[in-house]
């Protein structure tokens, strides 16, 4: 059985880090394109990073230069580190696995429940 977790989320400044982590069990990482996204109240879902089976990462425009996506395959666990953090990046983020390599979440057919992450002004 495929399970997602996502863990490290919180509360922080404007200016801040936080790494999330992404523990899966019932799928080996590293065979598949891991994805983070975010959603903020009252906004649709949005793609913020992947990074593919050869690990290649891709981010959106408006995450990039300030968040890194990563793996350890020892661990079977994908982070996301998120630097410069700025209020408009609260939301609930949520670790996913797909087949092929894309934004669209469409492509993604197994989720974790989310982490919340606030970023204060």
């Known amino acids: 059985q495929v399970q997602l977790v996502e863990s490290g989320g919180g509360l922080v400044q404007a200016g801040d880090s936080l790494r999330l982590s992404c523990a899966a069990s019932g799928l080996t990482i590293n065979t598949y394109t891991m994805g983070w996204f975010r959603q903020a109240p009252g906004k649709e879902r949005e793609f913020v990073a992947a990074i593919t089976r050869s690990s290649v990462t891709y981010y959106s425009d408006s995450v990039k230069g300030r968040f890194a996506v990563s793996r350890d395959d020892a661990k079977n666990t994908v982070y996301l580190q998120m630097n410069s953090l700025k209020p408009e990046d609260t939301a609930v983020y949520y670790c996913?696995?797909?087949?092929?390599?894309?934004?669209?979440?469409?492509?993604?057919?197994?989720w974790g429940q989310g982490t919340q992450v606030t970023v204060s002004s």
């Open positions: 996913a696995r797909s087949q092929f390599q894309g934004r669209s979440e469409d492509y993604y057919n197994y």
